[in-house]
């Protein structure tokens, strides 16, 4: 199995050469708050500047200085001259039948990401990017056949919560009837990437998303999924302590190698461990674990049966995914009689099983088929042809 690149290596720094100014996105109150300093801001003034810059752009949606009204005009005039609210780009927008929507996004360097929008009648989620491709190779996914190129800024993983905002309209109006409805009421760090190989970036960026002066949205409404880090699953508890869910897929640790490469670094029975540990870590409810439902693979009843066996001991819920095609995939999905058999054998062992609907797939946004559409476009004909079998 590839290592991990450290951290350091993988991720820009927060100031780029484009303008030369620090952007303030991402940045948690204390990096603001000395970042404010350097820049001049005297130090007693610099936590109540702090709180009066975040609410403007994290609870008002606000991208201008000049729009700050309650900062001096030559105070909003020197930070112009230091700092800058930078989001990534929207380069193409995609809404699937069902509602869903597909973001592809410009970040620095001029590379790219996708973030997904999937409304529901009494929530909103928004699935996220940590990282531009993936180191993990997972067999059964289209972000894994492409190669990682770097982590996520924690600006750049806010920066996909701020887009959708803003494409949403979902930004509170000065002035107007205070309204709680949250069209983004719920997100998922289930998009490209390995979250917990970018752990300091996906930790300062959900810090700033749980904030209850700006975005605000609950721990409780933020999943992150991991394909099972396990040295970093006790750090997500204690510095996140957000949800957690695990790409399982796999009952014996001779198919999840193959399918969850990461297996061979850490085993079933040594993920199990460190997740019995997790909901007594973070006071979480339950752990969820994705199982990815393939024709022959691992969806017999002897897997279901082995499944619930395993996971004994541990609150949680099971959440099974049809698989979602995409082209050259080298697995089936599982019938439906055959999720629905393996569903009711989970369900009478006591453990929710709801079977997900797949949600936009005729704009390869559902789970498992996101992919930056630019790194396959820049490929010949002949390199397609060798990856998909053609």
Known sequence: MTAPITQDLLTIPR???ETGLRNIVGLTRDELRDALIEAGTPEKQAKMRVGQIWQWVYHWGVRDFALM???AKDYRAQLAQHFE?????IVTRQVSADGTRKYLLKIAGGHEVETVYI??????TLCISSQVGCTLTCSFCHTGTQ??????TAGEIVGQVMVARDDLGEWPQPGAPKDETRLVSNVVLMGMGEPLYNFDNVRNAMKVVMDGEGISLSRRRITLSTSGIVPEIAKTAEEIGCLLAVSFHATTDETRDKLVPVNKKWNIETLLGALREY???SNSERITFEYVMLDGVNDSDADARRLVKLIQGIPAKINLIPFNEWPGAPYKRSSWERIESFA???HKAGYASPIRTPRGEDIMAACGQLKSATERGRKSKAEIAAETGA
């Open 15 to 17: 100031k780029l050469p």
């Open 69 to 71: 009204t309650n900062l």
């Open 85 to 89: 609210i930078a989001l990534p780009e």
């Open 119 to 124: 409304p529901e009648e009494t929530r909103g």
């Open 147 to 152: 190669k990682l190129v770097r982590n996520l």
């Open 279 to 281: 909901p007594r870590l």
């Open 344 to 346: 009711d054998i989970v």
